[in-house]
């Protein structure tokens, strides 16, 4: 089973909200990433937990704000977005940093 | 650094018909992998086929397969009897196979691939 599951599908947000995007995978992968994209763009990291420790932070602003609480489960906490932060977040998983990706269906996050 | 490059936006190819999607990349490493990637309307990035550098022979995965030529850092996808399920974004992408998470996944512009019945 090469499931990576998200939740919500789709979320709307004013830019005062505060929401959290959650991603899931029981494949004992111990690499999870988070991606934004953008319509007919290729994904852009934002970050990487290795292990639960966070590896990579793309410059992503502080209004994003990871978080790995076990091996299973990622987090991106959402503060004080613009319009422009509106994308469809992917999160994708790896059994390994050197191992294929395995992606989850997203989130298609809007801000208004 | 390493660069991917897909030189065609948008293909298009007839039901049962078969195409070829183009990848070429840049790197001064000897150990990688490569990918693509299928991402449908419905969004979700899916696996198609992976290849990992030291292997001579071409990866296949059903009615995919690709042409590998590493002299010519040259990674191309051919659809065999193309399907309307195989519309979609192709993208190529890149890693290399040491350095851990800190071992970005690079990715190319994509191919638009549509399919006409």
């Known amino acids: 089973d090469t499931e990576v599951t998200q939740t919500p599908k789709h979320l709307v947000m004013g830019m005062t909200n505060k929401k959290s995007l959650k991603c899931e995978q029981h494949?004992?992968?111990?690499?999870m990433y988070w991606y934004k994209q953008k319509a007919k763009k290729p994904p852009e990291l934002m970050f990487v937990?290795?292990?639960?420790?966070?590896?990579i932070n793309e410059s992503v602003p502080s209004r994003f704000s990871p978080e790995c609480p076990n091996s299973s489960l990622l987090n991106l906490h959402l503060h004080a977005l613009q319009p422009e932060d509106s994308a469809l977040y992917l999160c994708?998983?790896?059994?390994?940093?050197?191992?294929?990706?395995?992606f989850g269906p997203g989130t298609r996050l809007t801000v208004t | 650094a390493q660069t991917v490059t897909q030189s065609q936006p948008e293909m298009s190819v007839q039901e049962a018909e078969t195409v070829t999607l183009s990848c070429t990349y840049d790197?001064?490493?000897?150990?990688?992998?490569l990918f693509w990637y299928k991402q449908p309307p419905s969004r979700q990035m899916i696996l198609v086929i992976r290849?990992?550098?030291?292997?001579?022979q071409n990866a296949t995965e059903n009615r995919f397969s690709v042409n590998f030529q590493k002299a010519a850092k040259s990674f191309s996808l051919k659809i065999s009897d193309s399907q309307l399920g195989d519309a979609a974004m192709y993208f190529c992408?890149?890693?290399?196979?040491?350095?851990?998470?800190?071992?970005?996944?690079?990715f190319g512009t994509g191919t638009l691939l549509a399919v006409q019945p």
């Open positions: 994708a998983s790896s059994l390994a940093g050197s191992y294929e990706q395995y």
């Open positions: 494949m004992g992968h111990r690499a």
């Open positions: 937990y290795s292990y639960e420790k966070l590896s």
């Open positions: 790197t001064s490493e000897s150990d990688y992998y």
């Open positions: 290849q990992e550098a030291y292997k001579q």
């Open positions: 992408a890149y890693r290399k196979n040491y350095g851990g998470a800190t071992n970005k996944l690079i």
